[in-house]
């Protein structure tokens, strides 16, 4: 099946730095990907629609500005946590579909587990 | 009210057992529901899609109620590696979101010896 390979996989940091997190689309062109965060015992929450070339969807109540997101290429989607705080610990999963319908299964990367100190 | 609901449970069940999970949706115009698998700190996988007429897929049977806007989910002769949890997800239609999928938190299952 496809593969959607993200990285990395973990990653600690500082109060107050930028993270950036990758999402790679392995043996298909995804010209959508979704960006996900889930919080322990928490359902996986949509932060934002990434298109490929123009600028990403936001679900409401997630800062564009905090949580940027780049696709710029069709294998490639980029989500930077800026000025991460502790409370931006969670684990952050993009996903893509091969092809662009309701019907078609969705393949997740395998997501990053973000620490904030 | 949330958008997709499910009891998180856990269930806990002796291997054999069957075990039967339920869940609801508020879009009435959703087009797409699935069965997602969840182990712990993993990502999510497809477990099956839910047809209008019922599906099933070896020890798996899914479910689907428009009426009631109710899916779900039956495992029979439950395995030890069917622990996990399992997320309800709809496809919800409106115009230019088609593509998103709306994740239940979660029914989590853990079967015993």
């Known amino acids: 099946g496809a593969v959607v390979s993200q990285h990395p996989s973990w990653v600690i940091c500082k109060s107050g730095t930028s993270v950036k997190i990758e999402c790679r689309s392995l043996?298909?062109?995804?010209?959508?990907m979704f960006w996900y965060r889930q919080f322990p015992k928490q359902s996986l929450m949509l932060m934002a629609t990434s298109n490929e070339g123009s600028k990403a969807t936001y679900e409401q109540g997630v800062e564009k500005d905090k949580f940027l997101i780049n696709h710029a290429s069709l294998t490639l989607s980029t989500l930077t946590v800026t000025s991460a705080h502790p409370e931006d610990s969670s684990f952050y999963i993009c996903?893509?579909?091969?092809?662009?319908?309701?019907?078609?299964?969705?393949?997740f990367g395998q997501g990053t587990r973000l620490t904030v100190v | 009210r949330k958008e997709v609901e499910q009891d998180p449970g856990p269930f806990n069940v002796p291997e054999g057992a069957t075990v039967a999970f339920n869940c609801t949706y508020s879009?009435?115009?959703?087009?797409?529901f699935f069965w997602y698998r969840q182990d712990c700190r993993k990502e999510p996988k497809l477990l099956m899609s839910v047809y209008s007429s019922g599906n099933e897929d070896g020890r798996f049977t899914a479910q689907l109620n428009r009426a009631s806007q109710y899916i779900s989910l039956l495992i029979r002769d439950s395995k030890l590696s069917d622990s996990a949890t399992y997320l309800c997800?709809?496809?919800?239609?409106?115009?230019?979101?088609?593509?998103?999928?709306?994740f239940g938190a979660g029914t989590r299952l853990a079967v015993h010896p």
């Open positions: 996903s893509a579909r091969y092809v662009a319908g309701r019907d078609t299964e969705a393949f």
């Open positions: 997800v709809v496809n919800p239609f409106f115009s230019g979101g088609y593509n998103k999928l709306i």
């Open positions: 043996d298909f062109q995804a010209t959508t």
């Open positions: 879009n009435s115009a959703s087009q797409s």
